[in-house]
Each structure stands twice: as structure tokens, then as C-alpha cells.
């Protein structure tokens, strides 16, 4: 007797939610595949009752994903586990000044691995936000994978709807160096679906292209 084949997941998932539309959970940025409209605004940016370590537009999130922040960021204090929301919503304004600081200190090739171009940054779409550690060690570091708020998040993220969207030694497929302080949302059904599966990336999951740099 045989099993048929589980159907692949991108056949499965692309039914559901669109994979271009910003509004969409399951829409996926990456360097080969802008927003679009590049200055996509969310409609519905709320700021998330949460233990913040920035403020202005990067407090906020889309209302689903500050809704979701919220219950996770709660059951990581139940576990004695304090997390920050290190930087949430980007503008396309913001994200356009902060990209082109680097092009004029650094030049093109490196602004291009430092900061994401304008119109392609997961942050504008209020879908993805920084994890801070309560105790303020290694932000934005390297050895923030080591911090408890980065342990908690890897173990726990998925039941509330979050991948740790920069996984280590994926960059070839994402086009980012490991970021274990970037989560991003995709839903409890496929953030656990990739878990039980073990897909690490939202590319593999939906049966994308790899997209390691901008075309
Ligand atoms: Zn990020």
C-alpha cells in the first residue's frame, strides 16, 4: 500500500491569501519581488501594547500582527521571557532616507547588503517587526541569537503566527544574512505548517524563486 504524496505546500497555500497583494498575510518581499504600489501605506496601523524600544512609525505594525505581538509577547512574560519591539512599520519615505544614507557613505554594492531598497523592505508592509531582548543585549547583533528573547522566539514564534523570516545560511535563497531578531507574520496555520514541516523560508514554502539578489 502506498501513501500519495502530500500535495506541495505552495499548491496548498497559494489558494488562500495572495502572495502579492501588501495587504496579504502571505505576501512575500524579497529582492527579486517590490511591493506594489512601492509606497504601499497599511490602511490600519496600530500601535501594539507592547514593551517598546523605539517610537514614531516604528512603534507600529498592521492591527493583525500588533494583535498577534500582543498575545506573544504576553506568553513570553508568562515564561518569564521579556521582549521588546525594536522597530516595526518602515515608510517608504523613511526607509528611501535611510537607503540612500548608505549608498552616499558606503556606495551602491554595500548599501545593497546593509539596508533593504526603498519599496522592498518587509517593514512597509506592517507585516514584520524587529525582536528586541528585555535585558538590551546584542540588538541588531549577531549574538542576539543567544538572548533569551531570541531563544523564546525561535521555540515559540510559530504558535502565534511567526517566522523568524531570515533564517541562518538561507541568504542564498532570501537574500539576507541571519537576522534572528526579524519575525514577520504569516498566520498560525502556515507558521506551523513550516514548522512541522521544517521549511525554513517563505520562498521554499510557496514554491518561489530563490532570490539572493536585486535583478
Ligand atoms: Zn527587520
Known amino acids: 500500500m502506498t501513501t500519495p504524496p502530500a500535495p506541495a505546500p505552495s499548491a496548498a497555500a497559494a489558494r488562500q491569501h495572495s ?34 524600544a523605539t517610537s514614531g512609525e ?7 500582527t500588533a494583535a498577534a505581538a500582543e498575545r506573544m509577547f504576553a506568553a513570553a512574560a508568562g515564561a518569564g521571557v521579556t521582549l521588546t519591539l525594536a522597530s516595526g512599520y ?34 512597509q508592509t506592517g507585516w514584520s517587526f524587529d525582536l528586541g531582548d528585555g535585558g538590551g543585549a546584542c540588538s ?23 517566522v523568524v523570516r531570515y533564517p541562518w545560511m538561507l541568504h542564498t535563497i532570501t537574500g539576507y544574512y541571519y537576522e534572528p531578531w526579524h519575525l514577520r507574520y504569516v498566520g498560525v496555520e ?19 524563486e530563490a532570490a539572493p539578489a536585486y535583478l
Not at 502556515?190 to 518561489?208: H, K, P, Q, V
Request: aromatic share 12%.
Open 140 to 162: 541588531f547583533q549577531p549574538c542576539f541569537a543567544e538572548q533569551p528573547a531570541a531563544v523564546w522566539a525561535r521555540n515559540n514564534a510559530h504558535l502565534f503566527g511567526f
Open 190 to 208: 502556515a507558521a506551523g505548517d513550516m514548522n512541522s514541516r521544517g521549511i525554513a523560508t517563505l520562498e521554499e514554502y510557496f514554491g518561489l
Open 58 to 64: 516604528a512603534a507600529l505594525l498592521n492591527s493583525t
Open 19 to 52: 502572495l502579492t497583494d501588501p495587504a496579504s498575510p502571505w505576501v512575500v518581499v524579497n529582492k527579486h519581488r517590490p511591493l506594489s504600489p512601492a509606497t504601499y501605506r497599511p490602511a490600519d496601523l496600530a500601535q501594539p501594547g507592547v514593551r517598546l
Open 90 to 123: 518602515r515608510s517608504y519615505a523613511t526607509q528611501t532616507r535611510t537607503y540612500n544614507g548608505y549608498v552616499s557613505s558606503r556606495g551602491q554594492a554595500e548599501a545593497d547588503t546593509a539596508s533593504a531598497r526603498p519599496g522592498y523592505s518587509e517593514h
